[in-house]
């Protein structure tokens, strides 16, 4: 069978061009016994793909030039050889192997798929129950470790992981500030995720001045989505005692040289401030742990999840892309 | 009684000059019941003290202008209206207010001060069982949490803490890098204090180099004194799960503006690295337990010190700014 791919055409230096992706076409072999023929329903595009695209040690491998881009996918049973799955089932990968390459049909064993809930609804395996959510809830409540009536600080708080991070502190009792850009973000985050304060940072002159007139008493947990000159301004916020979980730096994944800036040390020093790097695979042993938490809140009417759904197989680079200005509301997946 | 005291004369912008001490001579009211004149017999200088000579919020207020500097200091009872304490008895103040101004007579409550157990050298108590043993005893154990075999870097390996971080690491089974100015600091390192490797900053033409060279394994504990481009090298190699004891800043205590460099923050992202800001009074409920433990290895002959005793009262100031060009050995101490 004839199938399309997407593969990485060339390493990009700084932000990504829809040229260093190629589609081509490549022949899938006859499936095996035990095997199933996967068509992709919806896939996730997330920020530290960028990461994946330069060579050097990270906490993933990179992605290979000439090799298909993978990511998060839910995907539906074209064909089976495994007993235990039947055409139209839904699916996703086993945590496993978490990922499926960008291709309109993949061959997998069956014992590497397992069947989503059908009363939830299916692309919240990519966002809220998936890494996204998981990556809030172990971050905020793990390294955080927020307390009643303390100050919650999020950046890129209306993305896949900001408005999970700001929700639950609520549910812990905290005053809740995010950190986004547009006027149509800082307003979702009011009045549908029930932030206290959202700062337009893309609007705003003086984004230090807005944060300090937001945490009047301080920030206790700066939960860092960005980096860069916001992340700047926050710490300088920073109270005693302070914790800073470390997760995203989207405005340095597009840098070509070692990114510069005031040095965090000293504050982080005189004011005895917790700072951790983390990325989600530390707390693979937790994650059924979270998604039970995590499912129960939804079910509860405590935890609401907004998605940005754009179209299109072909369409996939171009909807990464777009993290990187900002152009999804919550969870950006793309319908394929 | 007229007695001499050394105050901060004004606020010095980068390194601190002499001119910004001044001595004046002050009356001391006659004793009250239950207070002792105390005779300083030796101050401990401390690189911390020059943040306290800037204005603005940090972890203990900042010096006030024409009123004394304080340190920590050993004294002798001069004269005693307190039962429990006679001319002669070595005394250090209580944790509780553990600082002397720098005067030639004090007065305190008999009860602000606590005898010195005369089988320990009475300077001991200003640097190995003091705040710098303390220091180094928290921070690497409570926050570093070495293991057997891992590689533990430690810069301002020579001073008051890092020759007590570095035995304490080898004492748990691990590889000790020392980073320190000068060859006979590196050899007093290896040759005294059983540093596996020293490195010297100030005659090393690439000191990222030989920091790649001394940690095969990468750097599982960076135990950082210093801060600036020191510390920058050794982030470079920090291992996955590394942890980094935020301790001091000295390269960064004199500077006037708000020091700039190479973000570290995709660094701790990515390898999923511990940063932990400290001071050593975040631990006041477990000094006792430390000291233990600190005297336990002393009298076992498992722990050694070193110290640079200048002497003079009038010589404070110098002694003070000495740290900054590094001209101590181990725990600078004058002998007043």
């Not at 395996?125 to 409540?141: C, D, E, I, V």
């Not at 807005?210 to 960005?226: K, L, Q, R």
């Not at 405005?251 to 990114?259: G, M, V």
């Given at each position: 069978?004839?199938?399309?791919?997407?593969?990485?055409?060339?390493?990009?230096?700084?932000?990504?061009?829809?040229?260093?992706?190629?589609?081509?076409?490549?022949?899938?072999?006859?499936l095996?016994e035990?095997?199933?023929?996967?068509?992709?329903?919806?896939?996730?595009?997330?920020?530290y793909?960028r990461?994946?695209?330069?060579?050097?040690?990270?906490?993933?491998?990179?992605?290979?030039?000439n090799?298909?881009?993978?990511?998060?996918?839910?995907?539906?049973?074209a064909?089976?050889?495994d007993?235990?799955?039947?055409?139209?089932?839904?699916?996703?990968?086993?945590?496993?192997?978490?990922?499926?390459?960008?291709?309109?049909?993949?061959?997998?064993?069956?014992?590497?798929?397992?069947?989503?809930?059908?009363?939830i609804p299916?692309?919240?395996?990519?966002?809220?129950l998936?890494?996204?959510?998981?990556?809030?809830?172990?971050?905020?409540?793990?390294?955080?470790?927020?307390?009643?009536?303390?100050?919650?600080?999020?950046?890129?708080?209306?993305?896949?992981?900001?408005?999970?991070?700001?929700?639950?502190?609520?549910?812990?009792?905290?005053?809740?500030?995010?950190i986004?850009?547009?006027?149509?973000?800082?307003?979702?985050?009011?009045?549908?995720?029930?932030?206290?304060?959202?700062?337009?940072?893309?609007?705003?002159?003086?984004?230090?001045?807005?944060?300090a007139?937001?945490c009047?008493?301080?920030?206790?947990?700066?939960?860092?989505?960005?980096?860069?000159?916001?992340?700047?301004?926050?710490?300088?916020?920073?109270?005693f005692h302070?914790?800073?979980?470390?997760?995203?730096?989207?405005?340095?994944?597009?840098?070509?040289?070692?990114?510069?800036g005031?040095?965090?040390?000293?504050?982080?020093?005189?004011?005895?401030?917790?700072?951790?790097g983390?990325?989600?695979?530390?707390?693979?042993?937790?994650f059924?742990?979270?998604?039970?938490q995590?499912?129960?809140?939804?079910?509860?009417?405590?935890?609401?999840?907004?998605?940005?759904?754009?179209?299109?197989?072909?369409?996939?680079?171009?909807?990464?892309?777009?993290?990187?200005?900002?152009?999804?509301?919550?969870?950006?997946?793309?319908?394929?």
């Amino acid at each position: 069978m004839r199938i399309k791919q997407i593969v990485l055409a060339s390493r990009p230096k700084g932000l990504p061009a829809l040229t260093d992706f190629r589609t081509e076409e490549v022949t899938l072999p006859d499936l095996k016994e035990g095997e199933v023929l996967l068509k992709p329903l919806y896939y996730s595009v997330d920020p530290y793909m960028r990461g994946r695209m330069n060579e050097g040690k990270s906490y993933i491998p990179p992605f290979e030039v000439n090799a298909p881009i993978e990511s998060g996918a839910i995907a539906t049973i074209a064909e089976s050889k495994d007993k235990n799955l039947q055409p139209g089932d839904v699916v996703i990968a086993a945590s496993s192997r978490p990922l499926l390459p960008w291709a309109t049909g993949i061959i997998r064993k069956g014992s590497d798929v397992r069947k989503t809930d059908s009363e939830i609804p299916p692309t919240y395996y990519l966002g809220l129950l998936g890494m996204p959510g998981l990556t809030a809830y172990f971050g905020l409540m793990d390294i955080g470790k927020p307390k009643t009536g303390e100050t919650v600080v999020v950046s890129g708080a209306a993305g896949a992981v900001g408005i999970v991070v700001g929700q639950i502190a609520k549910l812990q009792g905290c005053r809740v500030v995010g950190i986004a850009g547009g006027a149509e973000k800082v307003k979702m985050l009011t009045d549908k995720f029930n932030f206290d304060v959202a700062i337009d940072y893309k609007g705003n002159p003086d984004i230090s001045k807005a944060i300090a007139a937001a945490c009047p008493n301080g920030v206790d947990i700066y939960f860092d989505n960005v980096g860069g000159e916001i992340s700047d301004a926050v710490v300088n916020q920073i109270n005693f005692h302070g914790r800073i979980p470390l997760c995203g730096q989207i405005a340095l994944y597009n840098s070509t040289e070692t990114p510069v800036g005031p040095r965090w040390q000293p504050t982080l020093l005189t004011r005895s401030v917790l700072l951790q790097g983390f990325v989600i695979g530390n707390y693979a042993s937790r994650f059924q742990e979270g998604i039970g938490q995590l499912a129960g809140w939804v079910k509860a009417g405590k935890l609401k999840y907004t998605e940005t759904i754009e179209e299109g197989f072909d369409h996939l680079p171009d909807a990464l892309l777009g993290l990187f200005s900002g152009r999804n509301n919550g969870k950006m997946i793309v319908k394929v």
